[in-house]
């Protein structure tokens, strides 16, 4: 048996092992797609609350209706190198999304935890589990249905899965990772 046929049959047997929840997933991105943005189907309460820290002009742009909203989702801290461009980067977001028309919000930030901090403390056995509360908190940012597409600010073998995951979680939604740092 040669490698290809190998890889092939693995591919297969996975392929057909996950089917049903692959289609489930599938299923649930094609309800979650929509020819306009799905904020407008929430209610007067729900847009007010989703756009009332943003300033006059996004609070137009968003009332408006048709204009997109980019989640910001950030690993910024101050602690990590790796991590201070995304210090400036959503500003930058939200500028480039004014001048192309669309509005961009920090819909909510991940912990960013180094294990090269935490080799050989108690923290570093918190390293693998970050992961999975990387994944729920980029998630639970974009629960809201008021955006039409992600960018994901992280680095590192723990926080990019992690958002990898939670986006995948609003697979309906388009999205740009930025990484940074080395």
Known sequence: MTIQSRIQEVTDRIAERSKASRARYLERVSVGQSDKPRRQKLGCANQAHGFAACNAQD????????AGNIAILTAYNDMLSAHQPYERYPELIRAAAREAGGVAQVAGGVPAMCDGITQGETGMELSLFSRDVIAMSAAVALSHQAFDAGVYLGICDKIV????IGALSFGHLPAV????GP
């Open 59 to 66: 609070k137009a742009v968003l009332r408006e209706g048709d």
């Open 161 to 164: 899965p992690g958002l990898v």
């Open 177 to 180: 990772f930025l990484p940074s």
